[in-house]
């Protein structure tokens, strides 16, 4: 009995240190250690790789997503990544660059998302997001949702990086819900720094956001400076906070019916197979 406890101690301890121990995945192989391929599109076989040599940054190997022009529109059928174990609060980051279509087909309906996702059947949604429409790589888009259909609780935010404008914080229940704007902690900062050269299409960019129980925040690397840039820290209440854990993942996909904000008419399907680069992913715990 007691060599008998011993060994399931010790495979306990070894699943606690596995979950708790975090990660850095840098694509520089052709397969993962942490993510599995998850798209419930197409099959073609160009829409995703791992360990390409970047074609914009030299010495750079990346994951690289292609969208399907054959593609249906909706989230999850392009190419993605899904964490093969569950993750849960702590710091999170990646370094990224969307593609570059401005002169090729303004007005394309596609999403870069960088997110966890995971829909639990007795907890509801833990999704957290970064979102990018490039159509205009200029915008931001990053909030939560939490909850159960068709009432999900949305938190977010949408930001005019290039012009250090914050086009709104605003908390809704449902996609149509009515918008509630934000105020005192769960409006912070109130104002942000413009990157006048801020493009998320023509530069590598490291993003990432700090998951706690009571607060989030997100946030990214200033491209000059190297500091820490806060683009929304939310406190005060535990509204619209995941709770239960979730799936790290990163995808590419057309939206025919999610315009950006500054062009109505960005919901063309992708003419071209528009490359998205992704340098690494990490993981930490708190």
Not at 24 to 37: A, G, H, I
Request: charged share 25%; net charge neutral.
């Amino acid at each position: 009995m007691l060599k008998l406890f011993s060994l399931s101690g010790l495979l306990f301890l070894t699943c606690l240190l596995k979950n708790d121990s975090g990660f850095k995945e840098d694509f520089n192989k052709p397969e993962s250690s942490f993510f599995r391929y998850g798209s419930t599109g197409t099959k073609a076989k160009f829409k995703y790789k791992m360990g390409k040599k970047s074609s914009t940054e030299k010495g750079t190997r990346i994951l690289s997503f292609k969208i399907d022009p054959n593609e249906k529109a909706g989230a999850g059928k392009g190419p993605e990544i899904i964490s093969k174990d569950e993750t849960h609060f702590g710091r999170y980051s990646a370094r990224l660059k969307v593609p570059d279509i401005k002169d090729i087909q303004p007005n394309v309906g596609a999403v870069v998302g960088y997110f966890t996702y995971q829909r639990d059947k007795d907890l509801g949604l833990s999704e957290i997001d970064y979102e990018w429409l490039i159509a205009d790589p200029k915008i931001i888009y990053i909030g939560t949702w939490t909850g159960f259909s068709p009432n999900l609780q949305r938190i977010g935010r949408i930001i005019n990086l290039a012009e250090g404008e914050i086009l709104e914080t605003i908390s809704k229940v449902g996609y149509g819900g009515e918008r509630t704007h934000l105020t005192g902690r769960q409006n912070i900062p109130e104002k942000i720094e413009a990157i006048p050269e801020y493009d998320a299409s023509k530069h590598f960019y490291t993003y990432g956001f700090d998951w706690k129980a009571d607060e989030m925040r997100w946030w990214m690397i200033h491209p000059t400076s190297s500091d820490t840039l806060d683009l929304w820290h939310y406190s005060g209440s535990t509204t619209g906070i995941p709770q239960h854990p979730s799936k790290y993942r990163m995808n590419f996909w057309h939206t025919d019916n999610w315009s950006v904000e500054t062009n109505p008419n960005s919901i063309e399907k992708p003419k071209e197979p528009y490359e998205l680069e992704v340098d690494w992913m990490s993981y930490q715990p708190f």
